[in-house]
């Protein structure tokens, strides 16, 4: 009775499943307005779309993107050049139907109903994107493709969905974080999860029925997922956790149901690390990890975590890139690590303990090049700090200068204060200069004129006056002469008169 009820419900399931496929996804593909192809002879319709090839096989994003992809060649490159494709909340923002051999990377794909599809497709890529804000982050309804080091977040309903009989799937090193749920399966089998940081999804993993198996590790020492608040204990390694030592695994199973459960599940965030073109240094941490970097048989970076609390990090070295024997050092102290013994021809696996404050761990394979270097560190840090304490002395001077400067300053605002007031008073006064000038050019217009007039006067009078004295002058002439005559008619007249009478008697 309980077989012929749950194969019931199966079949149901796939039918309900496959109508409300038929209605929410319409699987044959239909032209929608605004959407950009890239079309199977390898032109990119319309052309106008910021998405550039030289050669057909690599399609770069020119800029952001607002309408949706349909990808209808197989064995290109879609780089998405950190640029974002943005929808409106409904259709599909990258749609890989019936492709094959098709990598959709390094883009930020949001506001979808579904941000990638894929439906029956296979050997596909979807690397290093940033899936948020969508109704599903990525539905896989196909077989055989890889999802990995994506950023998958905040999708309403699920981060990923892998649909009916989709199996070989591989799902590993991404953060799948604040969906709703995580990972939805529906009826889908045999795919593997693993090196996945699960967090504060509100269900890491949905499954519809039961009864489908998955993998969800990648076997012992690599291991499988990191699931949040799951709160395992690491005090045991090794395949069956029986062995005394911490592995940066948990000793227990985290079950999902009866078919599902991570063997190995990890203790600490998992990250990968790109450090040369082939080689990845990757780490199961519960530190904030930055700023790795390598040299010459090291390899350096940061951890971070709340001050006072235990930190731990296992890290694994390819030996292509460090063959060792390892010194790991946080700041200047030789840290407690030695090699694992799951460690192999390969990779070296260490594991260490640190008090968490801010820290740099440098892990070295020539311990005595690289205390001669920490020596070297040290007189430099030592004439930094006597540079340090001249800056200090320095800087008093300045300070002192700095008060000077701010004194004469404030006596140049205050000259300038007073040579305002002066300038506004010599320009009053030259106002009124001018308008003095302006009154006497009047005056002395007038007193010209009147000067002009009164000479003319004068001078008329003048000549009157000459006129006059010339005719009194002639007249007194006349006169003098007149009076000289009669004198002299005088005179003549009484010289004569005497000579008379003689001769009269």
Same mark, same amino acid.
């Given at each position: 009775?309980?077989?012929?009820?749950?194969?019931?419900?199966?079949?149901?399931?796939?039918?309900?499943?496959?109508?409300?496929?038929?209605?929410?996804?319409?699987?044959?593909?239909?032209?929608?307005?605004?959407?950009?192809?890239? +079309?199977?002879?390898?032109?990119?319709?319309?052309?106008?779309?910021?998405?550039?090839?030289?050669?057909?096989?690599?399609?770069?994003?020119?800029?952001?993107?607002?309408?949706?992809?349909?990808?209808?060649?197989?064995?290109?490159?879609?780089?998405?050049?950190?640029?974002?494709?943005?929808?409106?909340?409904?259709?599909?923002?990258?749609?890989?139907?019936?492709?094959?051999?098709?990598?959709?990377?390094?883009?930020?794909?949001?506001?979808?109903?579904?941000?990638?599809?894929?439906?029956?497709?296979?050997?596909?890529?979807?690397?290093?994107?940033?899936?948020?804000?969508?109704?599903?982050?990525?539905?896989?309804?196909?077989?055989?493709?890889?999802?990995?080091?994506?950023?998958?977040?905040?999708?309403?309903?699920?981060?990923?969905?892998?649909?009916?009989?989709?199996?070989?799937?591989?799902?590993?090193?991404?953060?799948?974080?604040?969906?709703?749920?995580?990972?939805?399966?529906?009826?889908?089998?045999?795919?593997?999860?693993?090196?996945?940081?699960?967090?504060?999804?509100?269900?890491?993993?949905?499954?519809?029925?039961?009864?489908?198996?998955?993998?969800?590790?990648?076997?012992?020492?690599?291991?499988?997922?990191?699931?949040?608040?799951?709160?395992?204990?690491?005090?045991?390694?090794?395949?069956?956790?029986?062995?005394?030592?911490?592995?940066?695994?948990?000793?227990?199973?985290?079950?999902?149901?009866?078919?599902?459960?991570?063997?190995?599940?990890?203790?600490?965030?998992?990250?990968?690390?790109?450090?040369?073109?082939?080689?990845?240094?990757?780490?199961?941490?519960?530190?904030?990890?930055?700023?790795?970097?390598?040299?010459?048989?090291?390899?350096?970076?940061?951890?971070?975590?709340?001050?006072?609390?235990?930190?731990?990090?296992?890290?694994?070295?390819?030996?292509?890139?460090? +063959?060792?024997?390892?010194?790991?050092?946080?700041?200047?102290?030789?840290?407690?690590?030695?090699?694992?013994?799951?460690?192999?021809?390969?990779?070296?696996?260490?594991?260490?303990?640190?008090?968490?404050?801010?820290?740099?761990?440098?892990?070295?394979?020539?311990?005595?090049?690289?205390?001669?270097?920490?020596?070297?560190?040290?007189?430099?840090?030592?004439?930094?700090?006597?540079?340090?304490?001249?800056?200090?002395?320095?800087?008093?001077?300045?300070?002192?200068?700095?008060?000077?400067?701010?004194?004469?300053?404030?006596?140049?605002?205050?000259?300038?204060?007073?040579?305002?007031?002066?300038?506004?008073?010599?320009?009053?006064?030259?106002?009124?200069?001018?308008?003095?000038?302006?009154?006497?050019?009047?005056?002395?217009?007038?007193?010209?004129?009147?000067?002009?007039?009164?000479?003319?006067?004068?001078?008329?009078?003048?000549?009157?006056?000459?006129?006059?004295?010339?005719?009194?002058?002639?007249?007194?002439?006349?006169?003098?002469?007149?009076?000289?005559?009669?004198?002299?008619?005088?005179?003549?007249?009484?010289?004569? +008169?005497?000579?008379?009478?003689?001769?009269?008697?």
């Amino acid at each position: 009775m309980n077989k012929t009820v749950r194969t019931c419900f199966i079949i149901l399931c796939l039918l309900s499943a496959t109508f409300l496929l038929g209605l929410a996804f319409n699987v044959q593909g239909v032209k929608a307005s605004g959407s950009i192809y890239i +079309k199977i002879d390898g032109s990119v319709d319309p052309q106008d779309a910021p998405i550039s090839s030289v050669d057909n096989i690599v399609y770069t994003f020119n800029d952001d993107i607002y309408d949706f992809i349909v990808v209808e060649r197989d064995n290109i490159v879609i780089d998405g050049a950190g640029f974002t494709l943005q929808g409106n909340g409904t259709g599909r923002g990258v749609d890989l139907t019936d492709r094959s051999n098709v990598t959709v990377q390094n883009m930020k794909i949001k506001a979808f109903e579904l941000g990638i599809w894929l439906f029956q497709s296979s050997d596909n890529k979807v690397l290093r994107n940033t899936i948020t804000n969508n109704t599903y982050g990525v539905w896989i309804f196909a077989v055989g493709n890889t999802l990995s080091d994506n950023i998958i977040t905040h999708n309403s309903d699920s981060g990923v969905v892998i649909d009916i009989n989709s199996s070989n799937n591989t799902i590993s090193g991404n953060n799948i974080t604040n969906n709703n749920r995580g990972v939805w399966l529906i009826l889908a089998f045999d795919n593997k999860f693993y090196h996945n940081n699960f967090i504060d999804n509100t269900q890491h993993v949905h499954i519809l029925v039961s009864m489908y198996a998955n993998v969800w590790n990648n076997a012992y020492p690599s291991g499988g997922n990191y699931w949040s608040a799951f709160g395992g204990m690491d005090v045991r390694s090794g395949a069956y956790q029986n062995v005394t030592g911490s592995d940066g695994i948990c000793d227990t199973l985290y079950i999902i149901d009866g078919y599902n459960q991570d063997n190995y599940p990890l203790i600490g965030w998992f990250s990968d690390f790109s450090v040369t073109s082939e080689d990845h240094v990757q780490t199961i941490c519960n530190s904030t990890i930055s700023d790795l970097w390598h040299g010459k048989d090291f390899v350096r970076f940061t951890v971070a975590g709340p001050d006072g609390t235990i930190g731990f990090c296992r890290i694994m070295i390819p030996r292509t890139l460090m +063959k060792g024997p390892f010194t790991v050092y946080v700041d200047e102290n030789v840290a407690n690590a030695n090699e694992m013994p799951d460690s192999n021809t390969t990779h070296a696996l260490l594991y260490f303990n640190y008090v968490h404050s801010t820290h740099m761990v440098t892990i070295v394979t020539w311990t005595e090049r690289y205390q001669m270097l920490l020596e070297d560190l040290q007189n430099l840090n030592s004439t930094l700090y006597a540079l340090l304490g001249n800056i200090t002395d320095l800087q008093e001077k300045n300070d002192s200068l700095l008060v000077a400067i701010n004194l004469m300053q404030e006596q140049i605002d205050s000259l300038n204060s007073t040579d305002e007031d002066l300038q506004e008073s010599i320009e009053n006064l030259q106002e009124r200069i001018n308008l003095l000038n302006s009154t006497l050019q009047t005056s002395i217009s007038g007193l010209q004129e009147q000067y002009n007039s009164m000479n003319a006067t004068v001078t008329s009078g003048q000549e009157a006056l000459i006129n006059e004295l010339v005719t009194t002058r002639n007249l007194i002439y006349v006169l003098i002469a007149t009076v000289v005559i009669l004198i002299a008619t005088t005179v003549y007249s009484v010289i004569r +008169k005497p000579k008379i009478r003689l001769q009269t008697q």
